[in-house]
Nanobody, 116 residues
Framework: QVLLVESGGGLVQPGGSLRLSCAAP????????VSWYRQASGGERELVAE???????NYVDFAKGRFTVSRDTAKFTAYLQMNNLKPEDTAVYSC??????????WGQGTQVTVSS
């Protein structure tokens, strides 16, 4: 099973920023669409944002104005830039990407902790 390589999580103070990365291992496929999810301890997994095929990006309400989804020009890596982080953003963030054949790949998740 191919897993996406996720990185960028960590501990940050409220108001800080993090950029999460989600990469196709060994550049073996291009990321045509990507969805970012998060799951807080004891909570349900929830959608954060998604980039669909064609490049349109959709954000859920709590992410609008603070989070930005992007992708490198080679389409091997997708990013989630998170600004003005709040304690309630603390969660494990994970990505699901689709290649040109609409096959899905999952990341292992990365912990984001927002705390002073």
């Amino acid at each position: 099973q191919v897993l996406l390589v996720e990185s960028g999580g960590g501990l940050v103070q409220p108001g800080g920023s993090l950029r999460l990365s989600c990469a196709a291992p060994g550049n073996i496929f291009t990321i045509e669409a990507v969805s970012w999810y998060r799951q807080a301890s004891g909570g349900e997994r929830e959608l954060v944002a998604e980039m669909v095929s064609g490049g349109e990006i959709n954000y859920v309400d709590f992410a609008k104005g603070r989070f930005t989804v992007s992708r490198d020009t080679a389409k091997f890596t997708a990013y989630l830039q998170m600004n003005n982080l709040k304690p309630e953003d603390t969660a494990v963030y994970s990505c699901i990407a689709r290649d040109g054949r609409n096959r899905a790949y999952w990341g292992q998740g990365t912990q984001v902790t927002v705390s002073s």
